[in-house]
């Protein structure tokens, strides 16, 4: 076990079974604040299902999952958004036909009082924001161009600049570097650094160049239990992990 610490996520004892099947099985995390936890771990381990979880989109069978006190397994999925958890699928869900500046303006959190304020004209605060994420994720001089001309890397930057404008404390991505070129890579290392300044970040991965990169901590799942967890250097070597990886 860690020493008591201010944990963002807190999950204990998680099990979901379809059918009968335990994808996720009994699993505990515990997630600092500011901390970069990659998942990694075989295909069918329950990574993704571990973030459907946390994000509602998926139901509990068993366990608890805290997020900064609140248990989350009660909440329906707007309310976990809105309690602080953003999530990024696998495939990009922008919108092609809009610039980036538009896309990310759309994500812009809106309380009441600012919709009512706002009629058609762009209200500075949303113009400085949306600014300041596009020099984050590296596109501010894309600002006025169609996400269509995007690459894919590209895009991928897109939808997590649409999360952080949400300004989120948990932000998991579902492997991100998926398809992107290797200075993309290295760029989107350097993105979720940045980033952890004021947020956690869960990220499930399978480029261990990347995971090495970025992890303060990895967790194995392994038929949707944790096989082995801590440093990148730690588990890789574990006789268990080695074992599933190279075994058989
Ligand atoms: N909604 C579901 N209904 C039934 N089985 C599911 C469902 N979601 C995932 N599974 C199963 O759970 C296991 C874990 O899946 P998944 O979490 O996607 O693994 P990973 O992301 O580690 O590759 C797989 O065997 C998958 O087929
Ligand atoms: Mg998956």
């Given amino acids: 076990m860690y020493q008591q610490k201010d944990f963002v996520l807190t999950i204990e004892g998680l099990t979901v079974s379809f059918d009968g099947f335990k994808a996720?099985?009994?699993v505990s995390l515990y997630i600092e604040e500011q901390?970069?936890?990659v998942i990694i771990g075989p295909n069918g381990a329950g990574k993704t299902t571990v973030l459907d979880l946390i994000c509602g989109r998926t139901k509990a069978t068993e366990g608890s999952i805290k997020f900064k006190g609140k248990e989350l397994t009660k909440l329906k999925e707007h309310e976990i958004v809105h309690a602080g958890v953003g999530r990024k699928f696998q495939n990009p869900s922008i919108y092609e036909d809009l610039t980036v500046f538009e896309n990310l303006e759309l994500?812009?959190?809106?309380?009441?009082k600012v919709w009512g304020a706002l009629?058609?004209?762009?209200?500075?605060?949303?113009?400085?924001?949306?600014t300041e994420i596009a020099e984050m994720i590296f596109?501010?001089?894309?600002?006025?161009?169609?996400?269509?001309?995007?690459?894919?890397?590209?895009?991928?930057?897109l939808e997590i600049g649409m999360l952080l404008i949400q300004d989120p404390e948990l932000l998991m991505l579902d492997e991100p570097v998926a398809g992107m070129s290797?200075?993309?890579r290295k760029q989107?290392?350097?993105l979720l650094q940045r980033i952890t300044k004021d947020r956690s970040v869960l990220v499930i991965e399978h480029d261990m160049h990347f995971v090495e990169e970025i992890a303060d901590r990895?967790?194995?799942l392994h038929q949707g239990q944790v096989l082995s967890e801590g440093s990148m250097e730690k588990v890789q070597n574990d006789p268990k992990v080695i074992e599933v990886y190279l075994g058989h």
């Fill in 139 to 157: 596109l501010q001089d894309k600002l006025d161009s169609p996400a269509n001309l995007l690459s894919h890397g590209q895009k991928q930057w």
């Fill in 218 to 220: 990895v967790t194995v």
């Fill in 188 to 190: 989107t290392a350097e």
């Fill in 107 to 112: 994500s812009f959190p809106r309380g009441k």
């Fill in 35 to 37: 901390e970069i936890r």
């Fill in 119 to 130: 009629t058609f004209s762009r209200d500075q605060e949303v113009i400085d924001k949306v």
């Fill in 24 to 26: 996720v099985n009994d």
């Fill in 182 to 184: 290797v200075s993309e």
